[in-house]
C-alpha cells in the first residue's frame, strides 16, 4: 500500500474489503470505495455510481490481455514490455 501514487478514490473489489485496507488508505488521504462483503455486519460507504469507473478498467486490461505476447510478458525488459503495451493500446483503440 506504501506504493500505491497518490489518489483521492481507491476502487477495488470485494475481495479487498477489510478493515485493515480501509485504515491504510483512509491514513493516506485517499477515500476507499470498496463494497461490502455480503457477510460483512457493519456496512462501509460505498458509492455504485462512482464504482462504474473500475468497470472501464477492467475492460482496457482484458482488451490488452487479448495480445498473446502482453499476457504472457515474453518481454524480459520493462522498457520493451512497455512498448508492447503501448503498441496493443494504439491497435485496440485506433482500429
Known amino acids: 500500500m506504501d506504493s500505491l501514487p497518490p489518489?483521492?478514490?481507491l476502487h477495488a473489489d470485494k475481495g479487498y474489503d477489510?478493515?485493515?485496507?480501509r485504515r491504510l488508505t483512509?491514513?493516506?488521504g485517499t477515500?476507499?470505495?470498496i463494497p461490502p462483503k455480503a457477510n460483512r455486519v457493519c456496512k462501509n460507504c460505498f458509492s455504485p455510481y462512482l464504482y462504474r469507473d473500475r468497470n472501464a478498467i477492467e475492460r482496457m486490461f482484458c482488451r490488452l490481455k487479448d495480445f498473446r505476447r502482453i499476457a504472457t510478458r515474453y518481454d524480459r525488459l520493462a522498457i520493451n514490455f512497455l512498448a508492447a503495451i503501448?503498441?496493443?493500446a494504439t491497435v485496440c483503440y485506433w482500429l
Do not use: F, G, L, T
Request: aromatic content about 0%; hydrophobic content about 40%; overall charge positive.
Open 18 to 21: 477489510s478493515n485493515q485496507i
Open 86 to 88: 503501448h503498441i496493443a
Open 31 to 33: 477515500m476507499p470505495n
Open 26 to 28: 483512509e491514513a493516506k
Open 7 to 9: 489518489c483521492r478514490i
